[in-house]
């Protein structure tokens, strides 16, 4: 198994490009997950999915966008970019029933 | 807003030496989960205690929860220059989001 992965594994943007973030897994997990991590912030939730067709808002939702068309992935997309969306973003997932989490490695952002 | 708060934010200790993290978290949870990242890294998951739980070992760890002081603490016995990474803790409510806190830097000095 590949477990959780994420491209690019890094990306700069322009103000005001658009870009897709990949995450992928091949562990048949229903619930899949997308945090983006600042210095001394920890991880904040952006967007979750609890299966094909559903996806909701986490903490800090605005200027993403996602969506779910498959179990396996799980895409997240800067619509406009903008410098304060300068991070580290990771996917995760697991199965539904409150299991530990699966991250994938990472994609650093930097947007200019 | 973060669940949890870690404490210390950042610990240097000999190898060899106990490792100690606290972690306090603000509303209630059905479990409380403990991952390490290693620099430039995606987090990898320790151990899961769930509420109803007051102790939790697995290997070199030991992970503690006090639900009426909402607070956990993760100890690391005898610890390895490999064990040098952010430590985070993040509590899981009734739904599977997982609320972080901010992470302890814990650096294992050879």
């Known amino acids: 198994n590949a477990g959780v992965t994420q491209t690019p594994k890094f990306q700069v943007l322009k103000t005001g490009q658009s870009m897709t973030l990949q995450c992928a897994q091949d562990m048949n997990h229903e619930y899949m997950s997308w945090y983006r991590q600042d210095p001394g912030m920890g991880l904040r939730l952006i967007h979750y999915?609890?299966?094909?067709?559903?996806?909701d808002q986490g903490e800090v939702p605005n200027g993403y966008n996602v969506s779910r068309s498959t179990t396996e992935d799980f895409p997240l997309r800067l619509l406009s970019a903008a410098p304060s969306q300068t991070s580290v973003y990771f996917c995760?997932?697991?199965?539904?029933?409150?299991?530990?989490?699966?991250f994938g490695p990472g994609t650093r952002l930097t947007v200019l | 807003s973060q669940q949890g708060e870690e404490d210390p934010q950042a610990l240097s200790i000999q190898e060899g030496e106990n490792a100690t993290m606290n972690c306090s978290y603000k509303?209630?949870?059905?479990?409380l989960q403990w991952y390490r990242q290693n620099s430039g890294r995606g987090l990898v998951h320790l151990i899961l205690?769930?509420?109803?739980?007051r102790e939790k070992h697995s290997g070199r760890l030991r992970v503690t929860l006090d639900t009426s002081k909402k607070s956990s603490s993760l100890l690391i016995t005898a610890s390895r220059a490999a064990d040098t990474a952010s430590y985070f803790c993040a509590g899981q409510g009734g739904s599977e989001k997982l609320v972080f806190g901010k992470g302890t830097k814990l650096t294992v000095n050879p």
């Open positions: 999915s609890v299966g094909a067709g559903i996806t």
């Open positions: 509303t209630s949870i059905n479990n």
């Open positions: 995760a997932s697991s199965y539904i029933g409150q299991n530990e989490q699966f």
């Open positions: 205690i769930r509420s109803n739980e």
